[in-house]
């Protein structure tokens, strides 16, 4: 497995084609009375993630892989994004989806579909927040890593690999 967004799985022929991350500082610029603006620091901006794909009638069926896509960014939740070799990398929405038909058969079936996602990560305090009213299961930190326990549960190890807690 590439990576997952929720209950999508991304694996061997369906994985991105392109990945990237975009990390931002935010700074707060006030005016002085004599001289030049100052800066302060306010903090890391949310997290934006771009992920490119390719969906081929040869491996899958196109349209349904987009209408999946489309199903995940309807609910305008957060999912969990987890890199393929178990890296918890936080909670994304999808913002942005961009789809591009590159071929249609005769019959003006799709062949082959490129498809963007642009995800912005949902800030650590509103996860904690929605998930104490959803559950008591504890929320993973960004870089932990997500195992699979022997009764079929998932278990997320902290980054200090010290404490290991249990998530349904």
């Not at 590159?102 to 019959?107: A, G």
């Amino acid at each position: 497995m590439f990576a997952a967004i929720g209950n999508l799985k991304f694996e061997l022929l369906l994985s991105p084609r392109s990945f990237s991350e975009n990390r931002s500082y935010a700074f707060a610029e006030h005016a002085v009375a004599l001289g030049r603006p100052t800066l302060q620091k306010i903090g890391e901006a949310l997290r934006e993630r771009s992920v490119s794909f390719l969906f081929h009638r040869g491996f899958c069926d196109p349209v349904s892989s987009i209408k999946s896509l489309y199903e995940i960014a309807e609910k305008q939740e957060a999912q969990i994004f987890v890199l393929g070799d178990g890296t918890f990398a936080g909670e994304y929405v999808i913002e942005q989806i961009e789809v591009v038909i590159e071929k249609l058969d005769d019959s003006g079936a799709p062949i082959w579909i490129e498809a963007s996602l642009g995800l912005r990560e949902v800030a650590q305090t509103q996860v904690v927040t929605a998930m104490r009213k959803a559950s008591k299961e504890p929320q993973p930190q960004p870089g932990a890593k997500v195992r699979k326990l022997p009764d079929g549960k998932s278990a997320v190890v902290a980054e200090n690999r010290e404490k290991l807690a249990t998530a349904g």
